[in-house]
């Protein structure tokens, strides 16, 4: 039976850190395909010497697949793409497994920088909300 794998990382890290399993999948994949090679993730993995096929997520074709296939998802999410595969697998008889596989972790304390715009500046004080950060108020 044909898997089709959603491959999700961050964006807070450095592309082609990946977990063992992500890199397992990828190698192991019969094709890998991606929506632009000019991707950072995408281009570390063809960096790493598996062949990646570029072209727009067509989720017909990746339902219908009958080989294993590795997606690696866009900074983007690939707006449209599960909601169009749900309804392609779904109109199948016997749909491929499908697997969403995480291959990068946001590290602990990414969320921070999103929620504040920033700590400190060249040593002065960040004023957030009125106060002063516990950083720099010593």
Known sequence: MPRLTLLV???RLPAGLLTRDAWAALSNAQVVRAADLDDPTTAAVAASGIQ???GAPDARELARSTYDVVWV??????????D??????SALDEPPEVEVLVGSWDPPGAGCSMRWPRWTRCGRPAVVH???????SR
């Open 130 to 136: 009125g106060m002063r950060s516990r950083l720099t």
């Open 73 to 82: 998802g866009s900074p983007d999410g690939d707006p449209g793409l599960t």
């Open 52 to 54: 990646v096929r570029a």
């Open 84 to 89: 169009a595969l749900a309804q392609e697998l």
């Open 9 to 11: 990382t961050s964006p």
